[in-house]
C-alpha cells in the first residue's frame, strides 16, 4: 500500500539477461521509485487515479458519512485493513473520516493512530494529483472538510 503515484516514463531495462519494457513510477508521498514491467501490470493493484466527478461523490460521502459504531475494536480494524488494502479512494476516504471522528471522542491506540496517519497519506496524494495541488493544500481540504 503506497498511494498515489506517476508514470515518469518508460524504460527498456534488461534484467537477468531478460529485455523488458518498465514502468518507471514516482510515488510522491514516500520519495519513492519503482520499476515495474508492462507485463506484470495485470498482476498488481495499480489502478488510473480517479476523475475529478467521481472525487467529488468521494468528498461528499467523506463529509456527511458516519463511522459504523456497532463494531468492536478488532472489527472495525480488521474492516479498515480491508478498505485500505483495496486501494480505492472511497474506501480510504472512509478510513480517514472514520478514524478522525473516533479521536475526536477518545485517543486511538498506536495500530489505529498508523492506520490513520498511512490512509491520509494515500488519500493525501491522490487528492492532489486529481486537483492538482500541493500535498499541503490537499491535508488542508481534507481537515476542514471534517469540521
Known amino acids: 500500500m503506497q ?3 506517476v ?8 534484467i537477468q ?3 523488458q519494457q518498465y514502468y518507471i513510477i514516482n510515488i510522491p508521498s514516500s520519495n519513492l521509485k519503482l520499476m515495474v514491467p508492462q507485463g506484470n501490470v495485470s498482476n498488481t493493484k495499480i489502478r488510473l487515479v480517479e476523475d475529478k466527478e467521481y472525487l467529488s461523490n468521494v468528498l461528499d460521502d467523506f463529509s456527511n458519512g458516519l463511522p459504523d459504531d456497532s463494531l468492536s475494536w478488532k472489527q472495525k480494524y480488521d ?6 488494502k483495496s486501494g480505492e479512494l472511497l474506501a480510504g476516504a472512509q478510513v480517514v473520516r472514520d478514524l478522525t471522528l473516533q479521536s475526536r471522542e ?7 493512530r498508523e492506520m490513520l496517519d498511512m490512509a491520509k497519506r494515500m488519500f493525501v496524494g491522490e487528492l492532489s494529483l486529481i486537483k492538482g495541488i500541493s500535498q499541503l493544500e490537499a491535508t488542508e481540504l481534507i481537515d476542514s ?3
Open 17 to 19: 539477461g531478460v529485455t
Open 3 to 5: 498511494g498515489a503515484a
Open 145 to 147: 472538510a471534517l469540521k
Open 106 to 112: 477518545k485517543p486511538l491506540n498506536p495500530s489505529e
Open 7 to 14: 508514470i515518469d516514463s518508460i524504460e527498456e531495462k534488461v
Open 79 to 84: 474492516t479498515n485493513m480491508k478498505k485500505l
